[in-house]
């Protein structure tokens, strides 16, 4: 059974940086898979967006809002991803979703993929 699991999240004023992690249980990004995994976030009476993704070889796309200041990566054991999210906006506020099985090469943004499994999300709020 696979299980995705967020942390991190919280309050912080913009210009701000914050961490969010994602424990995988039951699933492994491996390098030669035909799947990534990534970050979808939804804001409030807004539709989501798709902000990250990495795929098994270690490439990464990113949504234009977020390229240079949103970072994601693979623990070592790649079973665990993370977004490091830099120079923090106001419009950056939102539930973020910690997703896997979406397609080798998906670049996010506001098509959001079929994902195979997904978090209970985590609240981030950036303050102006």
């Known amino acids: 059974q696979v299980q995705l699991v967020e942390s991190g999240g919280g309050s912080v004023q913009a210009g701000g940086s914050l961490r969010l992690s994602c424990a995988a249980s039951?699933?492994?990004?491996?390098?030669?898979?035909?799947?990534?995994m990534g970050w979808f976030r939804q804001a409030p009476g807004k539709e989501r967006e798709g902000v990250a993704a990495?795929?098994?070889?270690?490439?990464?796309n990113y949504a234009d809002s977020v390229k240079g200041r949103f970072t994601i990566s693979q623990g070592s054991a790649n079973n665990t991803l993370y977004l490091q999210m830099n120079s923090l906006k106001p419009e950056d506020t939102a539930i973020y979703y910690c997703?896997?099985?979406?397609?080798?090469?998906?670049?996010?943004?506001?098509?959001?993929?079929?994902?195979?499994?997904w978090g209970q999300g985590n609240a981030v709020t950036v303050s102006s």
């Open positions: 039951g699933y492994t990004l491996s390098t030669y898979s035909i799947y990534c």
């Open positions: 997703a896997a099985d979406c397609p080798f090469g998906w670049v996010p943004g506001p098509n959001i993929p079929d994902f195979g499994y």
């Open positions: 990495i795929n098994g070889d270690g490439s990464t």
